[in-house]
């Protein structure tokens, strides 16, 4: 079983539309859980992380970490067609200092 | 912000041909990394380093060496490279206080 799984499907939404993507993981030890966006040709920035178990809201995105479910989602509200790229979650069990745990990523197509 | 560049954004190198591939990092971290990012398989990590002259073997490190002589550059070296060396290849850095911070990347095409 891998560390962490992300259905790697594309999807496709008109704009306005609700996005929602979500990974799971094996391992309990880890704490914390990112959500990086990489447009195409370009590296991962991040656009969120939380620590342990909860919901954390930023602008039009929200994550969510289920730890006794070992499932973590990420919700995008009104999407744009900015929001078009690839979305990684990914997770360690320190913050900055330790290697992370990556998902295979969803390419996202916002349509206008 | 910090800011982590790569020397290069496209490459293109013969087959065994020996490739070095630069990073580097202006915010003093610690900790560095190499990954490769293929589609369909994801990030893989190959080597990391947590200070200078330290290095760790990650998921993928055959075919590869890294070396950390400066606290701010990491580089990675194809010793011999391959067609299946073909990639993008994305350095980061991190530290217990910024989390992590991706370069933009390199995209290899060894023929």
């Given at each position: ?112 | ?41 994801g990030l893989r990590l190959i ?15 055959e075919g590869y060496s890294v ?45």
């Amino acid at each position: 079983q891998k560390e962490v799984e992300q259905d790697p499907g594309p999807l496709s939404v008109p704009e306005g539309a609700i996005v929602s993507l979500n990974c799971t993981y094996s391992n309990s030890a880890f704490q914390y859980f990112m959500w990086y966006r990489q447009y195409s040709r370009k590296g991962p920035e991040l656009l969120m992380y939380t620590y342990s178990s909860g919901n954390k809201e930023d602008g039009r995105f929200t994550a969510q970490v289920d730890k006794s479910s070992k499932y973590i989602s990420l919700f995008i509200r009104d999407s744009q067609p900015s929001d078009s790229a690839t979305y990684l979650c990914a997770m360690s069990t320190t913050y900055g200092n330790n290697r992370l745990a990556f998902g295979k990523g969803n390419q996202v197509v916002v349509i206008p | 912000d910090v800011k982590v560049t790569q020397s290069s954004r496209y490459l293109v190198k013969r087959t065994g041909e020996k490739v070095f591939l630069e990073c580097v990092q202006d915010m003093d971290h610690e900790n560095m990394f190499w990954y490769r990012q293929d589609p369909g398989l994801g990030l893989r990590l190959i080597y990391f380093s947590y200070d200078v002259k330290m290095k760790e073997k990650g998921d993928i490190p055959e075919g590869y060496s890294v070396s950390r002589e400066k606290k701010e550059r990491f580089s990675l070296i194809l010793e011999s490279a391959s067609t299946n060396q073909t990639s993008m290849y994305l350095c980061a850095s991190s530290s217990p206080l910024r989390g992590y911070t991706f370069g933009s990347g390199t995209r290899l095409t060894v023929v």
